[in-house]
């Protein structure tokens, strides 16, 4: 299993939840906040499997501490190759449903473009809205959850989510 890195940015808190319950479930000591604890794309290189997490914003969007980050894994082209990934974070299914956790789309994108091997989909199945980038072929690229509008379902979700992770992270 090596090391594992859990990188979350969560202004509300709702993504924080979901952090904190991988941190007990795997034994991880230090949950990495991308506004304060974040220094330098070395410490998700240390990892050899990474938990990665962010609240939707706007129009899709990442929380902005992951903007610069992001960027620079892209721009520099920062090899990935043998670090598993999964992605986790919050949206809301009816304000925001045309972007509902589209920033674990993004997020997905730019680590699966650096070669990083993705694991953790979640099925879409229960799931309510119009549109999202972390949609793929019916499944989408990580856990997502609505604290807002489906708060009655995130505990079942993360603890599921968990369950499945740890069946998983063996064989990627």
């Not at 299993?1 to 709702?14: D, L």
């Not at 959850?145 to 989510?161: A, L, P």
């Amino acid at each position: 299993m090596g090391k594992i890195g859990i990188f979350c940015a969560s202004a509300g808190g709702n993504s924080l939840k979901i952090a904190k319950a991988l941190s007990e479930a795997f034994g991880v000591e230090e949950i990495i906040g991308m506004e304060d604890d974040f220094d330098e794309i070395d410490q998700l290189l240390e990892c050899d499997t990474l938990f990665v997490g962010s609240s939707t914003w706007g129009q899709g969007d990442v929380h902005h501490s992951w903007v610069d980050p992001l960027f620079e894994i892209s721009s520099d082209e920062i090899d990935f190759s043998g670090k598993k990934v999964a992605f986790f974070g919050a949206g809301d299914t009816k304000k925001h449903g045309e972007h509902f956790c589209s920033a674990l789309g993004k997020l997905h994108k730019v680590f699966t473009d650096a070669g990083a091997t993705p694991f953790g989909t979640v099925s879409k199945d229960g799931y309510e809205y119009e549109f999202s980038l972390a949609e793929h072929d019916g499944e989408l690229c990580g856990l997502a959850i609505d604290e807002h509008n489906e708060s009655s379902k995130t505990v079942e979700r993360i603890d599921n989510w968990i369950e499945k992770l740890k069946t998983q992270i063996q064989g990627v």
